[in-house]
């Protein structure tokens, strides 16, 4: 059986735990092409949303970024705001965080999450101490932060809350 709630066509289905389903269309005329999520609780939708794609030539941010920053001059000044921006974080909180380091070396989250093979989420949740790092999480922070043992514990110290 097929509804509609708040615009989204689901099938209404037995179960009784949540359901989460991610729909993607990608129709052949830009108006229906949209990407759709739900969830759906005792064969109720109970959150939906429904977003148009990206236009053709459109590019997503990530890209947008990496072809922004290829310009030397536009790259310099950004690693000038990074390196302004770390020694302000560095005055704040009377020394290093794992931020003011990973952002003077001229790293974002992802690309120190792509050196310590995890996810930019979990850099975020290092930095703002939500999540303790493992002894081996220590060893590729000190690695890719060119960082000694003691200066890595005394960033995850002063870390942002």
């Known amino acids: 059986m097929l509804n509609t709630v708040r615009g989204l066509q689901?099938?209404?289905?037995?179960?009784?735990?949540p359901v989460i389903r991610f729909n993607w269309n990608s129709g052949e005329r830009e108006s229906e092409?949209?990407?759709?999520?739900s969830m759906i609780v005792d064969s109720e939708v109970v959150v939906g949303f429904?977003?148009?794609?990206?236009?053709?030539?459109?590019?997503?941010?990530?890209?947008?970024?990496?072809?922004?920053?290829?310009?030397?001059?536009?790259?310099?000044?950004?690693?000038?705001?990074?390196?302004?921006l770390a020694e302000t974080i560095r005055e704040a909180r009377g020394g290093d965080?794992?931020?003011?380091?990973?952002?003077?070396?001229?790293?974002?989250?992802?690309?120190?999450?792509?050196?310590?093979?995890?996810?930019?989420?979990?850099?975020?949740?290092?930095?703002?101490?939500?999540?303790?790092?493992?002894?081996?999480?220590?060893?590729k922070l000190s690695e890719a932060l060119s960082a000694d043992f003691n200066t890595i514990m005394d960033a995850l110290a002063r870390a942002d809350r």
């Open 50 to 84: 429904q977003h148009p794609l990206l236009p053709q030539g459109s590019l997503e941010l990530g890209s947008f970024l990496d072809e922004f920053l290829s310009d030397p001059g536009i790259a310099q000044h950004v690693s000038a705001a990074e390196n302004a």
């Open 33 to 37: 092409r949209h990407v759709e999520w």
């Open 97 to 139: 965080t794992l931020k003011s380091l990973r952002l003077s070396r001229g790293l974002s989250q992802g690309d120190l999450a792509k050196a310590l093979d995890t996810s930019q989420s979990r850099i975020s949740r290092l930095e703002t101490r939500v999540e303790k790092p493992s002894e081996t999480c220590l060893r």
């Open 10 to 17: 689901t099938s209404t289905m037995a179960t009784t735990s």
